[in-house]
């Protein structure tokens, strides 16, 4: 049984950073692809960005990319996403999601996660 812990999150004004940390339990964790996902209020979860387990590849959504950076420390079984230049529409309960059954699908995709946390509240004002 894998437990993923986010914390960081907060109220942040535009243009303002936050570092997300989502901490794993369980031996393993330098095995496993870990992702960050958000859901905004009335829609769906979207990914935001992903890892492999070595730290490299990784893949950012096209509305992060050069704003957030995702980074693992395997030593602390901890991924972080770091999140600069914030704006209004990042404002989501942000996810973080392990691939514990290292299923072979895109760093991407929902369906290839199979643990998740309880999700962190990111609001940011205008």
């Known amino acids: 049984q894998v437990q993923l812990v986010e914390s960081g999150g907060g109220l942040v004004q535009a243009g303002g950073s936050l570092r997300l940390s989502c901490a794993a339990s369980?031996?393993?964790?330098?095995?496993?692809?870990m992702g960050w996902f958000r859901q905004a209020p009335g829609k769906e979860r979207e990914f935001v960005a992903a890892?492999?387990?070595?730290?490299?590849?990784?893949s950012y959504a096209d509305s992060v990319k050069g704003r957030f950076t995702i980074s693992r420390d395997n030593a602390k079984n901890t991924v972080y996403l770091q999140m600069n230049s914030l704006k209004p529409e990042d404002t989501a309960v942000y996810y973080c999601?392990?691939?514990?059954?290292?299923?072979?699908?895109?760093?991407?995709?929902?369906?290839?996660?199979?643990?998740w946390g309880q999700g962190t509240q990111v609001t940011v004002s205008s």
């Open positions: 369980g031996r393993t964790f330098g095995f496993y692809d």
């Open positions: 999601a392990a691939d514990v059954l290292r299923t072979n699908r895109p760093l991407s995709a929902t369906s290839k996660y199979n643990y």
């Open positions: 890892i492999n387990w070595s730290g490299g590849p990784i």
